[in-house]
């Protein structure tokens, strides 16, 4: 995001006050309250998702090298990285709408997304990732299951920023 071009209005905004930190709450809240937790709750609920479409009943435990196990951790992790690719697209403009600062107008950006994408597929279906990370293949629904919350986390973040403008 730091070859992000700038905005058009950009000069118009004064510098930041001296006394003005630099993190500031609603920053902090967009980040760790809107986006962290919904981040959260996607990595979480594709994680029961997999173990409970395996057939794993609350409580039971599973050695760390159970195939179930690493399905659902490998389940996690690639929602991780979608959501965080989401998350990459939201947070190009803190009130400005994704749809209208564009998709597609930062390369840089887009070859680091292109990069993220080829390196989970790596981790998870190459028999090299799968030793060196502790993974093992997913389902196209697993992977699907977690687009709905890209989708919320899209349109929690355009209603704050609505608000905002």
């Known amino acids: 995001m730091g070859a992000e071009a700038p905005h ?3 000069m118009k905004n004064p510098p930041r006050a001296r ?4 993190l500031h709450w609603p920053l902090l ?3 760790y309250l809107l986006l962290g937790v919904t981040e959260a709750i996607a990595a979480m609920a594709v994680f ?3 173990l409970h479409a395996g057939g794993w009943i609350y409580g039971q435990m ?3 090298d159970n195939a179930l196990y690493l399905q659902a951790t490998t389940a996690c992790l690639s929602t991780i990285i979608v959501m965080q690719i989401m998350n990459v697209f939201i947070c190009r403009h803190p009130s400005e709408s994704v749809f209208h600062s564009g998709w597609f107008r930062n390369r840089l950006l887009l070859l680091g997304v292109v990069l993220e994408i080829i390196l989970i597929l790596l981790i998870a279906y190459t028999p090299l990732g799968n030793s060196m990370f502790g993974t093992t293949p997913i ?3 697993v992977r699907l299951y977690a ?6 986390m ?6 704050r920023k609505a608000r905002l403008r």
Not at 19 to 22: A, T, V, Y
């Open 8 to 10: 058009k209005d950009v």
């Open 19 to 22: 006394n003005e930190r630099l």
């Open 29 to 31: 809240g967009r980040s």
């Open 48 to 50: 029961f998702y997999v």
């Open 62 to 64: 599973l050695p760390t």
């Open 139 to 141: 389902e196209t629904d």
């Open 147 to 152: 687009i709905p919350f890209c989708l919320v």
């Open 154 to 159: 899209l349109v929690l973040d355009e209603l």
